[in-house]
């Protein structure tokens, strides 16, 4: 059965949200899940619930409400802590439907004692574990570790909501958990509950589906930025990424506009190695760009590789390709210059006779556009080929070349050869100029501290998301460096 970490289920939830379906939808179905799993083992019995103040124990209040108007339940919560202590919106939502839906008893544990005095554990037939979510690491404070305890003491069948509270469900480690007879969790099973030596402690797992949209997991989202390494309050300069962008002669703008992108996206350095014809047109279009000298004449030639080298034996990651063009020595020196990089997003120019498969020992990104990648693949299908085929055309090419392919257009595809993924942000107006070496940049930036799957995938996403809200300003008439502009607002939006 596939499998999903926690915290790329975390990142769907996000995209439902972001697609129109709200966490409340989530949690209703979740619970109500429960509710039927529960009502199809037995006719009638005492329930006892355990919840904690997040989304975990808001999956037990509304299974308690929806077990509480079945025939032969009596149903008991205890809320570990104060209401109004809980978390989230929504589990505060379902929390106060509790008083009105005939649930038998409704406490909330304010201490420890309290709760290894409460007389319904004796004789509760079943026991929900609520308490913690998919995502615990470490051993679990109080009151929670006491329930734990006091949940694995009780002669009583235990049901865990997603995975048992104390478990990783990312890794399968535990320092402490509750031990389930069976585990109910949502809408696909997770990586550490699949693990062979987690059966004790999970007990028998069953998934739930829950609803969750199939686009907030084919297609890049708001979730997946979430997910992305972001910059530490005690970071030093370079900790975020130093880019080396590799460009230029026949035009100064690309390389430009791939180097201000990554600045924009996060990356804390940024230096250009480009021919000396152009240098000081490009130093001019910003204060913040570091051009390094040392590539004399109009474009890049085998002569630049040792220069080129030493630059890049000090950068975390390397864009080649933007407005480099196609000259015969500069397309050897591209050759010479990708066997020396770690890792490596190529565009543009340095796409055009790309020998594939790719060197071993580096990481590479390719962010082809239609025409460049049917040339790379050495042939183009007769008709064109649906979005489906185009998926499977993408996730063999990079399967086959040692790379993440991002084939551009107006949905991208994304794969490394075994995940694939969709972008549908952007719009007809990014046709202009430089909005591919804006897309370079960003990926880019994101590639220095993160997968280069992740890095790809994120990129275009912000990468059209800056470039829509550039639409909505400028319309038809936007530019690259609206698109420039706008990636920040995007990274740091609260979706």
């Not at 055309?393 to 991208?412: E, P």
Request: proline fraction near 5%; charged fraction near 20%.
């Amino acid at each position: 059965m596939e499998a999903i970490t926690p915290s790329r289920m975390r990142a769907v939830d996000i995209n439902c949200a972001y697609l129109g379906m709200s966490p409340l939808q989530l949690m209703e179905n979740a619970g109500a899940g429960i509710a039927r799993e529960i009502s199809s083992q037995t006719r009638s019995a005492t329930v006892l619930f355990v919840a904690g103040r997040g989304n975990n124990g808001g999956d037990a209040f509304v299974a308690a409400r929806h077990l509480s108007l079945i025939p032969g339940f009596r149903v008991r919560l205890l809320l570990l802590g104060s209401a109004s202590l809980i978390r989230t919106a929504e589990a505060r939502t379902n929390f106060d439907l509790l008083r009105y839906s005939g649930v038998d008893d409704v406490k909330e544990i304010r201490d420890s004692a309290d709760l290894r005095s409460y007389p319904g554990w004796k004789d509760a037939d079943i026991i929900v574990d609520g308490v913690l979510g998919s995502g615990m690491k470490g051993l679990p404070r109080e009151p929670e570790s006491s329930a734990i305890d006091l949940i694995n003491a009780a002669d009583a069948f235990v049901i865990s909501i997603d995975s048992p509270s104390g478990f990783d469900a990312g890794t399968g480690s535990v320092e402490k958990c509750v031990r389930a007879d069976l585990t109910l969790t949502f809408h696909k099973m997770k990586a550490g509950l699949a693990l062979p030596s987690s059966k004790a402690l999970t007990g028998e797992v069953r998934v739930l589906g829950i609803g969750v949209c199939r686009d907030a997991e084919e297609f890049v989202g708001p979730g997946d930025l979430r997910n992305l390494t972001v910059r530490s309050n005690s970071a030093h300069k370079g900790n975020s990424g130093s880019i080396l962008v590799i460009g230029g002669g026949p035009y100064s703008g690309a390389p430009a506009f791939a180097a201000l992108a990554a600045l924009r996206a996060g990356a804390d350095l940024v230096t250009l190695a480009v021919p000396g014809s152009i240098s000081g047109t490009i130093a001019g279009y910003s204060p913040d760009l570091i051009v390094a000298g040392g590539l004399h004449g109009d474009r890049l030639c085998p002569e630049h590789v040792p220069f080129i080298r030493r630059l890049i034996s000090s950068s975390d990651v390397v864009i080649i390709g933007p407005g480099l063009g196609r000259d015969g020595a500069t397309l050897e020196a591209i050759g010479q210059i990708l066997p020396l990089c770690r890792k490596a997003v190529i565009d543009a120019d340095a796409l055009y006779q790309l020998p594939l498969p790719l060197p071993d020992g580096g990481e590479y990104i390719l962010t082809p556009h239609g025409g460049e990648f049917f040339r790379l693949r050495g042939n183009r299908p007769g008709i064109t080929p649906s979005l489906q085929e185009k998926k499977e055309l993408v996730r063999s090419f990079s399967l086959d070349s040692h790379a993440v392919t991002v084939l551009k257009g107006s949905i991208d595809i994304i794969s490394d050869g075994e995940e694939t993924r969709f972008n549908r942000t952007g719009n007809a107006g990014m046709t202009v100029g430089g909005t591919g070496d804006v897309l370079a940049g960003v990926v880019g930036a994101l590639f220095a501290t993160n997968s280069a799957f992740d890095a790809a995938s994120c990129g275009c996403f912000i990468n059209g998301a800056a470039g829509d809200l550039a639409f909505g300003e400028k319309g038809y008439g936007l530019l690259a460096s609206d698109v420039i502009q706008n990636i920040p607002y995007v990274m740091k939006q609260e979706w």
